[in-house]
């Protein structure tokens, strides 16, 4: 695992699950990322307001707004802010192609399947972060 790829990095996990939220955030915190974790977009959304992510983790199948309008959202609030737009990986449990467009489509930049292989994600996190240090005008 290339736990260099998030040491440091604000990285915001969305999981209504609390089990698969914990264990995403004990993971990447061992990692030496900076994690804050919520249970539903709402919360993100606050969060993001406030503190702007490196990358963000999301499942797809939240209770209320879901994870594909979270993403949007998300994408509006950053070009509100003038800000770049953060790596964003959808986890979900279903893994054909029609959900891995639609995630793609929507926003996000990956598509993970549940249950996460951590080393998996970090290798992600790695690819999309270094996809970002290495855009003009981006340390």
């Known amino acids: 695992m290339n736990a260099d790829a998030v040491s440091g990095k604000k990285i915001l996990i969305v999981e209504d ?3 698969s939220r914990q264990s995403l955030a004990a993971m990447l915190t061992d990692c030496d990322a900076d994690v804050t974790a ?3 977009a709402e919360g993100a ?3 993001i307001e406030q503190r702007l992510p490196d990358a963000v983790i999301s499942d797809i199948e939240l209770p209320g707004m879901d994870g594909y309008y ?3 959202k998300l994408r509006d609030l950053e070009s509100k802010m003038g800000a770049p737009s953060a790596p964003a990986v959808a986890l979900t449990a279903h893994g054909d192609e029609a959900h891995q467009l ?3 489509g929507e926003g996000f930049q990956m598509h993970v399947m549940k ?3 951590p080393a998996g994600l970090l290798r992600v996190l790695d ?3 270094s996809e970002v240090r ?3 005008g981006n340390a």
Do not use: C, N, Y
């Open 70 to 72: 979270f993403i949007q």
């Open 102 to 104: 639609r995630a793609v």
């Open 45 to 47: 959304l606050a969060v």
């Open 17 to 19: 699950e609390e089990g």
């Open 134 to 136: 290495q855009k003009p």
């Open 38 to 40: 919520v249970a539903d």
């Open 115 to 117: 249950p996460v292989d």
């Open 127 to 129: 690819r999309l972060l």
